[in-house]
């Protein structure tokens, strides 16, 4: 009768390979990390994280990326603070805020694109000398940012208040875009998105935040608004925070380069008639940062951080004097 040669590992031999698998398979099987992402309906945001699911960036960059819904941008402090969203998109000055108070939240550029004073066709307003006597309508509040960047501006190139010369109102961009068109307003600051709304329906740009910031010596691409996320969480993903952020520029390089691709995601936009639909996606394409703007981005923040205070006063920058370090994201191995 045939006997195996096979014989027993020893106690010694088993045990070692026993603990080799035991280290192996939690490392092969581990799930990647969930992270919430704070989305606003027909934000642009939205437009990005529909490119991700779609063509599996998340689970290609090792994460699993869900909602969550935000009633508006400004929902999303509270997400962020109230640790309902790992991720959310908010301007880097408040981070700075944050930071500046004890709370360590980072930040990663997203956009470049900015607003600009939109008027009706055959207006005379073309410059910021021209707004003076003028009703003028501000999206944002009194210490706005794109606001207090275009007032620095004036006093810049034309010795001009805009707060004394123009009359000044603040309001939601609906209602301010609802005036201007009804012709109880001469012009209206307001953001991007909503700026391609109103060229939808012939209104034209006369003048833009970056030509603003080009005046005061800073880049014309403000990347302003971008990713917010708690820096300890982000160390803690090890490489899934980076993952995301990499995944979401590689869905805006999609958005930027396939014309095909803005039919999939059209009904994320809020854009039912065709010439709205291509001023959001033209104004979207040209905001598309690269590590060139990113770069330029932080070489200038304590310059354009300086300039709102001095702009808009300790209310601004919310008592902070100066930036703090660590606002921008520099990756995991990079310790933030």
Known sequence: MHRSSTRPLPLGRRAILAGVSA??????AADPPAIRLGLVQFGTVQWIAGVIRRHGLDAAHRFRLTAVPLASPES???AIMGGQAEIVVLDWPFVAVQRGSGTRLSFAPLSAATGGIMVKPGSDIRSLAHLKGKRLGVAGGPIDKSWLV???AARKLHALDLTAAAQVSYGAPPLLEAKLVQGELDAVLTYWNFAAR???QGHVQAISVADCAVALGLPPRLGLIGF???EEWATGTGSGIDGFLAAAAEAQRILASSPAEWD??????GAPDELLFERLRARFVTGVMTPADDAAQEKSAAALFALLRHTGGARATEGLQQLPAGVFWRGVHAGG
Do not use: D, N, T, Y
Request: proline fraction near 8%; charged fraction near 15%.
């Open 228 to 230: 917010v996320f708690r």
């Open 76 to 78: 999303g402090r509270i």
């Open 150 to 152: 275009m007032q620095a």
């Open 198 to 200: 109103l060229e939808a």
């Open 23 to 28: 280290l192996a398979v939690p490392a092969l």
């Open 264 to 269: 999939a995601i059209r009904p994320l936009m």
